[in-house]
Structure formats: C-alpha cells, structure tokens
C-alpha cells in the first residue's frame, strides 16, 4: 500500500551552526534557497518537517538571498518558519528515531560543522539503519563524508552521488577558503560523484540516498524525497 503523509514520521532537516568561513573571516551560514524550495515540496505533500542545526537555536543564514524568489518570499515572510530557523532544534537532544528522513541543507557553513559532527553521524546511521533516507544537497553532503552505515561501512562508499562540484566552488572562489573540496572528498570515499555543469539542476537518486548539486537543485531535491517517502515500497540499498 502506498503511504499517507499523515501516517509518516516527519523529516529532519539540518542547518548548520558556523557563522563564518573559517579563518577568513567572512561570513556564511545555511542557504535559504536550500531550506525553503524542498520544504515547499514536502508541505505541499502533506508530509511534516523539523528543523534542526548541529547546536541548536538560532540558525546563521549565509546572506538574505533575492527575495524575488516567491518560494524564498513566502517563507521569509512566514511567522512560523522565521521562528522555526530563530529556535532549531539541536542534533545531540533528537531521537533519529521519530523520523522518516534525514535532509542536509547546504550553505558553506556545513563545510565546517557538519563533518565531524558526532550527533549528525548517530542520525544518518541510525536513520539509514531503520529503512528511512538521507539526503543532502549542495554542500549538504559534507555530512556524508565521514558517514557510516550500522556495519561500520562508508555510507557513500559505491554510490552514485552529486554534490556541489570543485568547478562551482572555482566559480565561487572559495576553494582556498574551504577545508577541502566536497566532491573530491566524496570521491576519496569511494562515492561516484556525478559532475554536471555548473548550476545545473542535478539530482542522483541512489536507493535511499538522495542527493544534490547546487541550490538549483533543491526544489527537484524535494519531489525526489517526497516521492520517495510516498512510494508504495523503498529501495534497499
């Protein structure tokens, strides 16, 4: 039988925490495009979503992007989803448990905070142990890096993935900011990144990993989680 959204445990989105780019200086956070277009998708569904970020509270955003973006301006404009990114839930204090999925937002913070994250680990394996999906998108994926499944196996090890490529961070000059590269990273892991051009919309699904490139990515991201989530039976992976 084909699942109701009513009956499915919610989403856990993440955020990160970390302000700024290293010792740069410079400012960064979670990307609002990232957030806000699978989000919609999701609601749009029926299904429910938590926000969390790697410490909880208030989330740094990584600048106010153009708000001419109408799913952008809903949300900025939404009194619920203002407070819910003002008081995120923090990783170490969920159940993985209570949720069906797992979704990495992006943002160049995550390069920083989301690696090593103990409590990010205990998710994804847990989740991923329990049949739900994990999913990232953009630099999203730097959560996967050092992911393993309950076998102690690399989560992306074998898989077809995409994340946000070295040419886009080229693109953006800040491969001397970054502690390392996210795709080439990914591909020392064994993952299969797979290149698109740069600001392409591109998304692999992998079974039950689910991820994307770059912030043009994120809506089609969403319809591939909820599709997912909707789909009569999951694929193992």
């Known amino acids: 039988m084909t699942p109701q959204a009513s009956e499915l445990k919610p989403v856990l989105f993440v955020v990160t925490s970390c302000p700024v780019k290293g010792a740069t200086g410079i400012a960064t ?20 979503v938590e926000i969390a970020s790697i410490q909880g509270g208030p989330a740094p955003l990584d600048g106010l992007e153009d708000l001419s973006d109408p799913v952008n301006a809903r949300y900025w404009a939404d009194t619920e989803f203002r407070s819910a990114i003002a008081h995120t839930l923090c990783l170490d ?21 989301f690696p090593d994250s103990a409590a990010a680990q205990k998710a994804i394996r847990d989740i991923d142990a329990a049949g739900g999906i994990v999913s990232a998108v953009c630099h999203g994926p730097a959560a996967l890096v050092n992911a393993r499944r309950a076998d102690g196996s690399l989560l992306v090890a ?12 080229e693109a ?8 390392f590269l996210l795709a080439s990273t990914l591909n020392a892991r064994g993952a299969r990144h797979q290149n698109a051009p740069n600001w392409a919309n591109n998304v692999v699904v992998e079974g039950r990993l689910i991820t994307g490139q770059n912030p043009q990515s994120a809506a089609s991201l969403g319809e591939a989680l909820r599709d997912a989530l909707l789909a009569p ?3 193992d992976a």
Request: glycine share 10%; aromatic share 10%.
């Open 158 to 169: 074998g898989k077809r993935v995409a994340a946000f490529t070295n040419g886009e961070e």
């Open 172 to 179: 953006v000059q800040s491969t001397q900011a970054v502690p």
């Open 93 to 113: 204090d969920i159940d993985p448990s209570h949720y069906s999925a797992i979704f990495f937002a992006g943002g160049h913070g995550t390069m920083w905070d």
């Open 29 to 48: 956070g979670f990307n609002l495009a990232e957030v806000t277009h699978p989000l919609d998708k999701l609601q749009a569904a029926g299904i429910r």
């Open 233 to 235: 039976s999951t694929v």
